[in-house]
């Protein structure tokens, strides 16, 4: 019923998606490529495991990373065909989790060596998914590495790539409320593109402001705002707008916040449901009359054809937001009726 669902919350996870990962593979070198070393081998310890690309071996670890990155040039812009062996062999080892040496040096907090690996790496070579189609950026933004962030940012890097949660980075950082790592990554993207990016929904139907109210981040919602987010964005489930997020929450900041930026107050989920609907199901007298004073509509009928006050189960704090119900006609509560 209807009723029932302006009571609750209802987000079930869709089916993962391919993101694409295999798209990069061809950049790696086959595995039938030789194994034998030109460089000094106290400098790859790891070479003679590593060179044939193989995804199975798990024998990168962070320790060789130092060793590695000291024996490559870091200004070569040259493309990765024709890269000096060091250079090459950074870019071609990939561990059994899919991981490059980027996402190590990410995931151990090596911030100088993901930095220098950062101006070695092409764009393509950034943008590798691991096996949880995670890109480096997904991991820096979980970290809150900022300063890696930044780096990712400016080479360009895709910020639409979704991890195995249907999560883009900026998802990350909006359920978790890393405003900064968020600033980095909307501050030097063109209008059109960030927005193809705030509207993408994770595997549970959520864009970026819907995990932003969900988690009660108020700091990320004003900076999507700012950015041009919709705010009657529908989530893909039930079509709740962030607005009916911040009500389930009994979140009045981010309520109060929505309505001012002209979030619309009517807004119907695919049930009929209007965010009144939703405060008046949850007893939320308190939110159920900042929308009233925002000029909710109190008639609006669900697909069960309730109005939000056949919701208020007697609670005298609501009814006294609907000072006619007492007048009816063929039972409808009328308003406003000269008799």
């Not at 194994?35 to 400098?43: C, N, Q, V, W, Y």
């Not at 249907?166 to 359920?175: D, E, F, I, P, Y």
Request: glycine share 6%; net charge negative.
């Amino acid at each position: 019923m209807a009723s029932g669902d302006c009571r609750k919350d209802d987000f079930t996870e869709e089916n993962r998606v391919d993101s694409g990962i295999d798209s990069f593979r061809p950049m790696f070198k086959s595995e039938e490529r030789s194994t034998e070393l030109s460089g000094p081998r106290d400098k790859f310890p790891l070479a003679e495991e590593r060179l044939d690309s193989a995804y199975g071996s798990a024998s990168l670890t962070v320790e060789s990373l130092s060793d590695i990155v000291e024996g490559c040039t870091l200004e070569t812009e040259a493309p990765s065909s024709v890269l000096p062996e060091p250079e090459e062999n950074l870019i071609t080892s990939i561990t059994e989790d899919g991981d490059t040496m980027l996402h190590l040096a990410i995931i151990h907090e090596e911030e100088l060596i993901a930095q220098q690996l950062i101006q070695i790496f092409p764009t393509e070579v950034l943008d590798i998914q691991n096996n949880l189609y995670q890109s480096p950026l997904h991991l820096a933004t979980y970290l809150n590495l900022t300063e890696v962030v930044k780096s990712l940012v400016a080479k360009k890097v895709s910020l639409e790539l979704q991890d195995q949660d249907g999560n883009t980075a900026l998802h990350v950082a909006c359920r978790h409320g890393l405003t900064l790592c968020a600033t980095e990554m909307t501050s030097e993207i063109s209008p059109s593109k960030l927005a193809l990016v705030l509207e993408t929904q994770n595997w549970r139907g959520l864009a970026c402001l819907h995990l932003a109210a969900l988690n009660r981040q108020q700091q990320i919602m004003k900076l999507l705002m700012k950015k041009g987010a919709d705010l009657n964005i529908q989530e893909g489930t039930s079509g709740k707008t962030p607005l009916h997020l911040a009500v389930e929450q009994h979140d009045i900041p981010s309520v109060k916040l929505l309505l001012s930026r002209g979030a619309n107050v009517d807004a119907a989920m695919y049930n009929g449901c209007t965010p009144l609907h939703l405060a008046v199901g949850r007893q939320d007298a308190t939110i159920a009359n900042l929308l009233c004073q925002s000029g909710a509509d109190t008639m609006l009928r669900n697909m069960e054809d309730e109005t939000a006050l056949d919701l208020a189960d007697g609670n005298s704090d609501i009814l006294a937001l609907f000072p006619f119900d007492d007048i009816q006609i063929s039972g409808r509560s009328v308003v406003g009726v000269n008799f």
